[in-house]
């Protein structure tokens, strides 16, 4: 499971950062890539990398600001360029009005889609879990913006415990089916009376990771509830230490305000992006430090850098 950060910039490009985008990479454990935001020149980014679109099954949008949404509909239309056997239909989950704004976008430009759009609309009185699969739960609650905007909490299941082939066999156990029942937890009574004890050779179930993903906000309780044991936090950090009544007029958090949420939420690791454009790298290189004052795991990312989780 990774992360890989395409925009990392704050309401318009920058040399050295695209606005918001990241997605997360789910190829081992699902065979597919989950996006957050489609910012303009999501497509460009992702042609700097090996993400392939066709296997972005998921998009999850904040909130509507241009920032975060423009790129969607060329993200779209490029990915139907790739329409081969296994072209798959896409989710797009986000605030009431993404649909409306993807299809007026396509219809006006003529585009045409060899797959199929799934919208996934919610409001205010309809957050909470908004996906469940046999393997991950997306949970959403409301953030402090200027617009609707919401955070996401990606949660994988605990995994299955792993099962010790080589204990088995040498308890005479034959390779076969009998492995499979072991796994399943089912003892077993081999045919010379020794009996096999199938939680003696299955490990406990692995805890799934937590991925707390944001959108803009002020500081609220919401991001601590989103991000509680998270293994990843990722939040915004559009300004930095002493910027804090610039950041609540204009409804954004500083990085201070992020590691302060990041160590009340208990998290393992906090990622700091959506970041001004005044900020140059040495200023980045500050704003860590200062925020590793309050929580010591932190990092600001910069457009292309990947985080393994």
């Known amino acids: 499971m990774q992360l890989q950060f395409l925009g990392t910039g704050a309401g318009q490009p920058a040399k050295g950062r695209n606005v918001s985008s990241l997605v997360l990479k789910l190829l081992d454990e699902i065979n597919e890539v989950w996006m957050f935001d489609c910012g303009e020149g999501t497509q460009r980014q992702i042609l700097e990398t090996t993400i392939k679109p066709r296997k972005i099954s998921k998009i999850f949008i904040t909130h ?46 003529g585009s045409r889609l060899p797959y199929r759009i799934h919208f996934h609309e919610f409001e205010a009185g309809n957050l909470g879990k908004i996906l469940e699969t046999e393997a991950f739960e997306v949970h959403a609650l409301e953030l402090n913006h200027s617009i609707f905007c919401v955070g996401y909490r990606v949660v994988q299941k605990d995994l299955d415990g792993t099962l010790d082939a080589e204990a088995l066999s040498k308890a005479g156990v034959p390779f076969g089916p009998l492995f499979g029942k072991v796994k399943n937890g089912q003892d077993l009574v081999l045919e010379d009376g020794t009996k096999i004890i199938a939680k003696n050779f299955v490990s406990p179930p692995k805890k799934g990771k937590v991925v707390t993903i944001l959108g803009d906000t002020r500081l609220t309780t919401a991001s601590v509830h989103l991000a509680l044991g998270a293994d990843v936090l990722v939040h915004e950090s559009t300004y930095g230490k002493g910027d804090e009544a610039l950041a609540k007029a204009h409804a954004h958090s500083t990085n201070m305000q992020a590691a302060e949420v990041a160590k009340e939420a208990s998290a393992k690791r906090l990622l700091l992006n959506h970041i001004s454009p005044r900020f140059l790298s040495r200023d980045c290189r500050q704003m860590e430090r200062d925020a590793a004052q309050v929580f010591e795991e932190v990092k600001v990312v910069f457009d292309l850098e990947e985080v393994e989780i």
């Not at 986000?94 to 007026?104: F, L």
């Open 64 to 109: 509507l600001h241009g920032d975060h949404v423009l790129g969607l509909p060329g993200f779209l239309s490029s990915r139907a360029f790739q329409a081969s056997e296994d072209q798959t239909d896409i989710r797009i989950y986000g605030p009431r009005g993404i649909k409306s704004y993807v299809m007026s976008s396509l219809r006006v430009t």
